[in-house]
């Protein structure tokens, strides 16, 4: 019988670098992942793509998908909806497919309600300042929505005891290597 795979949650704030990190080992074959896409409202930023970073949808898609019960976990996140669709999830596990989740905090309670076993991971910035310049550094938002992520960064660093680990990405391939052990570490339990 083929072993469940894990699910894997891995939060940051804005700008920590989660997808860099991400990027590092998401193709790695001996971690068997499969990204999760989620649905969102916000519009794409350069260079993203609808069905690959994000299912791009109106808030009457968004709203209609959450009433039909389509949604593992969804939240507002300044001023749009993000949210996991549960189409996928399930079955990719039952493959063996450990299937990973890139989400905030109001998400990862949802899923640890849901899915108590889940893998929960925060990476951390090496400083607020840090975290500050490479959300600037972006450039794509006006700096009112900048203000609104860098509060509610402070607010998601005060929560990182919701998680079982937490990394500090001071370096990309060092956090992405810390990171490839933990999941590593996890496949090789039996529960
Ligand atoms: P961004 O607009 O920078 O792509 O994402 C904003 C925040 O929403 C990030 O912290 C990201 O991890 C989170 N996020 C992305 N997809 C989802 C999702 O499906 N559910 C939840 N709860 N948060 C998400």
């Avoid at 793509?49 to 109106?58: A, H, Q, R, S």
């Avoid at 996140?77 to 993000?82: A, K, L, S, W």
């Avoid at 905090?105 to 910035?125: H, M, S, Y």
């Avoid at 794509?140 to 509610?152: C, G």
């Amino acid at each position: 019988m083929t072993k469940k795979g894990l699910l894997i949650v891995i939060s940051g704030p804005s700008g920590v670098g989660k997808g860099s990190v991400i990027s590092r080992f998401i193709n790695d074959p001996d971690l068997k992942l499969s990204y999760s896409v989620s649905m969102t409202t916000r519009s794409p930023r350069a260079g993203e793509k609808d069905g690959v970073n994000y299912y791009f949808v109106t808030r009457d898609q968004f709203m209609q998908a959450v009433k039909e019960g389509k949604m593992l976990e969804w939240t507002e996140f300044v001023g749009n909806c993000y949210g996991t669709p549960l189409e996928g999830v399930e079955k990719l596990r039952n493959e063996g497919r450990n299937v990973l989740l890139e989400i905030e905090v109001n998400g990862c309670k949802q899923v640890k309600e849901k899915c108590p076993d889940a893998l929960t991971i925060f990476i951390v910035p090496p400083s607020t300042r840090e975290l500050e310049d490479r959300i600037r550094k972006r450039g794509s938002e006006p700096e009112e929505i900048v203000q609104q992520r860098l509060a509610k960064a402070a607010k998601e660093l005060e929560m990182t005891d919701q998680y079982r680990y937490v990394v500090c990405n001071d370096d990309i391939d060092l956090a992405a290597d810390i990171i490839r052990t933990i999941i590593r570490h996890h496949m090789e339990k039996t529960f």
